[in-house]
């Protein structure tokens, strides 16, 4: 168990509709970093936060959003869902240590857009 | 920019040693290793930093080679257990740090007895 918890599991949802994933870091960790996974386009990163402030952002299209709330909890919003949208969705939290920072990921929630 | 990973896929008998390599176009600070099994979420192996020695978990070790911008992880005596997906990172430009931590699509280890 690492610690990083994310909510819910499976989400199963029609096209056209928007859904929010959320995620607890471990406790004390301040970064949150959501990835998409799918089986073409292997683990991508979507965006970091760090204490409530984005930090970095990679591929997240317009029609995704996401926040870092005061508890240090996120949410990922994906809305007008394709098709496409559907994949695993890993959140991560991280801790610097001896050698650099290394990250500690959730579980995942599967997304399944019909 | 995503770091490329060879091989796609490796296919090994138990015993056999491997080697996973992992380049970059742009300059590296740091490279990351991570490993996926079936199923379950990536768990961190270990930070390449420049400049960094040769770094080593169980019978897995990696190097770096920030010149060609590689990086290249080495699997000695594979075990069952070490089967699953390999990813190798490369953050921005914060050294050791994983801001923005781009992974290569992965390497597909599969470990048969």
């Known amino acids: 168990d690492s610690g990083v918890t994310q909510t819910p599991k499976h989400l199963i949802t029609a096209t056209g509709q928007r859904v929010t994933l959320r995620c607890s870091p471990r406790s004390g960790d301040l970064s949150v970093y959501w990835y998409q996974q799918s089986l073409d386009q292997g683990l991508q990163f979507l965006i970091q936060?760090?204490?409530?402030?984005?930090?970095a952002k990679g591929n997240i299209l317009e029609r995704f959003s996401a926040q870092q709330f005061p508890d240090l909890h996120s949410e990922l919003n994906l809305s007008s869902l394709e098709l496409g949208d559907s994949a695993l969705y890993f959140c991560?939290?991280?801790?610097?240590?001896?050698?650099?920072?290394?990250?500690?990921f959730g579980s995942g929630t599967q997304l399944s857009v019909l | 920019q995503q770091p490329v990973q060879s091989p796609q896929a490796v296919i090994l008998r138990e015993g056999e040693d491997a080697v996973i390599n992992c380049s970059s176009s742009?300059?590296?600070?740091?490279v990351h290793w991570y490993r996926q099994k079936h199923g379950e979420a990536p768990v961190f192996l270990m930070i390449l930093l420049k400049g960094g020695e040769q770094k080593g978990h169980e019978k897995i070790s990696a190097s770096f080679n920030e010149k060609k911008q590689q990086s290249s992880l080495y699997l000695t005596a594979s075990q069952l257990s070490y089967s699953g997906t390999y990813f190798c990172g490369t953050p921005g430009e914060v050294r050791g740090g994983a801001d923005g931590l781009t992974f290569g699509k992965g390497t597909h280890l599969i470990i048969q007895p």
């Open positions: 936060y760090y204490n409530g402030e984005e930090r």
């Open positions: 991560a939290s991280s801790v610097m240590g001896e050698g650099g920072e290394k990250l500690f």
């Open positions: 742009k300059a590296l600070y740091s």
